[in-house]
């Protein structure tokens, strides 16, 4: 079974210690790399799709959250709030209220709109030590959020080409969608009480979903709204949700956000919530156990490792590994110090790619290349090798080694 938290210790990716706390893991140095480049990836998707960044704070004074309806419908898991000079002040649950200070910050146009505003930013949740486990259950999350304000005609097109988004990184990732769960609210007083309000978002959604596969769930919707649930399944077949698209007609109501009209008036923007790879936390553990620890090339921590048979070619694949890195690649040497060779190659099993530097091949400056997929390609000039690896991680291809 590859559990990601058997695999994230094995492969020196993240860790746990008691003096940080249950449900706090750290990352360790390739782990940050995944982490850093998922990160980066992610920006760069929403920045080519029309978003913009901000940073918010990881506070916020309860009135917020009271203001946003989290402290009445969400607080069981939240952090007690801390007393700081006469205020009480508590770490936040979720981004959403943030970003809606921020655009109330600003008067807006109708031109300017749909506004589309992101943040990779950090929220707590106050999980129960018995449900906490590796990177899926943590009380420390480094989310993935977005959320776009815009006009009610432009909702849907905003929803569907968010739901695009998400497909194309699972396309880029190697990730599966399980199914499209259509979340709507259940019993209880856990959701807010606006009738109009769930079925105008609902109907929304539903036209986003035309032409999807999709099942209705009761009792998963946000406290504020329906949503939908992009859901996957890990190795064992236990089902979570990794992203998610909302439409929120209660925050703008509550912030009592607006922009001015065509026709002068001040009006009411949809808020639409949207969030590619959900938690980057819980991304990495389905990638972990997806991929058994063997990235995508471009995800991989060490993409290349490049080792000399013996001494005698230490200059020469020194020489490839400053190369490689001087293209921005992430390599590694493995000299005869760390074992026979036999014994490297095999420490190297994860890496995407090998290039063995014997005798003949530093005379011509060739590397002997072996793939992770076990081809082996043969002695190539090293700087075919660093064109071929640096276009399949430019691209994001799948494929190692295409026919040249």
């Not at 058997?6 to 995944?34: C, H, K, Q, S």
Request: proline share 5%; with cysteine.
């Amino acid at each position: 079974m590859s559990d990601h938290r058997r695999l994230g210790r094995e492969l020196d990716l993240f860790d746990t210690d008691p003096l940080m706390g249950a449900g706090l893991p750290y990352w360790l140095p390739d782990g940050a790399v995944v982490r850093h480049t998922l990160e980066e990836y992610v920006r760069e998707a929403e920045r080519a799709g029309g978003y913009r960044h901000v940073y918010s704070p990881v506070l916020g004074k309860r009135e917020l959250y009271e203001i946003s309806g989290h402290w009445d419908h969400y607080s069981e898991d939240m952090f007690p709030p801390m007393d700081l000079g006469g205020e009480q002040v508590v770490l936040r649950p979720s981004l959403c209220p943030h970003h809606a200070l921020i655009y109330r910050s600003r008067s807006h146009s109708y031109r300017e709109l749909p506004l589309r505003m992101a943040e990779l930013g950090a929220m707590y949740r106050s999980e129960l030590s018995g449900v906490l486990g590796g990177l899926t259950r943590v009380r420390a999350i480094q989310l993935n959020d977005a959320h776009i304000f815009c006009t009610l005609e432009q909702a849907v097109d905003e929803a569907r080409a968010a739901l695009g988004l998400i497909r194309h990184a699972y396309a880029d990732l190697g990730i599966r969608a399980a199914r499209y769960r259509l979340s709507l609210p259940g019993e209880g007083n856990k959701y807010v009480a606006d009738p109009d309000l769930w079925k105008r978002a609902t109907a929304l959604l539903e036209q986003v979903l035309e032409g999807v596969e999709y099942e209705a769930v009761e009792g998963e919707a946000a406290f504020y709204g329906p949503k939908i649930d992009v859901q996957i399944t890990d190795r064992a077949g236990r089902e979570s949700t990794l992203s998610t698209v909302q439409i929120d007609f209660h925050q703008p109501e509550r912030f009592d956000l607006h922009y001015i009209g065509a026709d002068g008036a001040k009006h009411r923007p949809v808020m639409v919530h949207r969030s590619i790879i959900g938690s980057v936390e819980r991304a990495v553990a389905h990638l972990i156990e997806e991929h058994g620890g063997a990235f995508p090339a471009w995800l991989a921590p060490v993409q290349l490792v490049v080792l000399p048979v013996s001494q005698e070619q230490d200059e020469q694949a020194d020489q490839v590994l400053r190369r490689a890195l001087g293209l921005g690649l992430r390599a590694e040497l493995a000299g005869p110090e760390h074992g026979t060779l036999g014994a490297r190659i095999r420490a190297a099993r994860l890496a995407p790619y090998v290039a063995v530097i014997g005798a003949r091949e530093a005379d011509g400056d060739l590397a002997a290349v072996r793939l992770r997929d076990g081809r082996r390609p043969g002695a190539v000039p090293v700087e075919e090798l660093l064109r071929r690896v640096g276009a399949v991680v430019e691209g994001r291809g799948a494929e190692l080694w295409a026919a040249a």
